[in-house]
């Protein structure tokens, strides 16, 4: 099965990403790497009409420690 129709949007930045779901708020999903949500979206259990893409935001990928907590970037692969 296909997904349903949606609109794509490739964020350039945390804050372009923010502003977009801002914008589209429940009608909206993030893509980072698809592995979860592509099957969904063929299965239509989720049927968003806005699809934001943050794969390509720097910044968002790779692990570091915060104090006392591991930080895992939202695009982090292994």
Known sequence: MYPA???YHAASS???A???LGSYGDDAKLLAGGHSLIPILKLRFAQP???I???RIPGLAGIRQDGDAVVIGATTTH
């Open 5 to 7: 129709p949606f609109e």
């Open 14 to 16: 945390v804050e372009d």
């Open 18 to 20: 923010l502003q977009l």
């Open 49 to 51: 009409a806005h699809l």
């Open 53 to 55: 893409d943050i794969r």
